[in-house]
């Protein structure tokens, strides 16, 4: 009898203390968090645990550099109470979108602080911001150690518009970082067993410059860092011109692409189709890449099996 009220008088100080949000947050309301695109979804969702309802406005194996936001997406960014964007130019429908919805809600910028490197656009009318970011690479995500700045990004802008779970979301955040950090340590142990000179492949369009800066690995494309414009003659058979001098292993297909681009590009090359790979969106629930941690385990095991 005695140790039952000793153990609900010990859950009743967790709740105050704010140790035990589940509890707590039984009968409050959740946050509701409006993402872009499904990767950075899924970040917010790591951060916000059962405290925030997340939306991604682009879906798993959608592509979001062309998106055209339906009338749907104006009210759940109207409803919200805060709006987590990647930002570098990536979202070139967003500020159309924040005006017509009439949303108040704060919006946070996920790639604040991400040491950006130049991307190549193929074309300059696709409905791209035209500011400063307007040359940078947006797919910072690549590189794990800027998903722990979007991580700390989110965090924040969790903490200030629900400053009463701040605790919560710095625990989510500092669990979520741990797994980041064992993730980049395996993608350099995993890439450090091929060849230098094996490590060179060919995706649709230039989405992996981050990764190939921090791990070492060179990646060709004959599209830009966006996917609004096809890939012209030109390019592709400088592509293959480029596989055959050098020998480049594999060409991959993006899960946002078409695949007969790459399929004839391998066709023309005497490259091999190495699989199916993630840039800007995660897989279906079901699929092999439905979080950030799984897609980029994904890409590596792809590129490994071809490589290796």
Partial sequence: MVSGVRRGIVAVCLVLLGLAPSVAAADEPRLKA????????DLVAQVGGDRVTVTSLVGPDADA???SPAPGDARRVAEADLVVVNGLGFEGWLERLIKASGTKAPVIVASKGVKTIAGRHDHDDHGHSHGEDDHADPHAWQNVANAKLY???IRDGLSAADPAHAGLYAANAAAYTQKLDALD???RA???KIPEERRRIITTHDSFGY????YGMRFLAPQGISTDSEAGPKDVARIIRQIRRDRVPAVFVESIADPRLMQQIARESGAKVGGRI????LSA???PAPGYLEMMRSNLDAFRDALS
């Fill in 190 to 192: 995993a890439l450090a």
């Fill in 278 to 281: 993630y840039s800007d969106a």
């Fill in 211 to 214: 990764f190939s800066a921090a």
């Fill in 65 to 67: 550099h062309g998106y």
């Fill in 34 to 41: 409006v993402a872009t695109f499904s990767i950075l979804a």
């Fill in 151 to 153: 991580v700390a990004n």
């Fill in 285 to 287: 629930p079901g699929g």
């Fill in 185 to 187: 340590a395996e993608i």
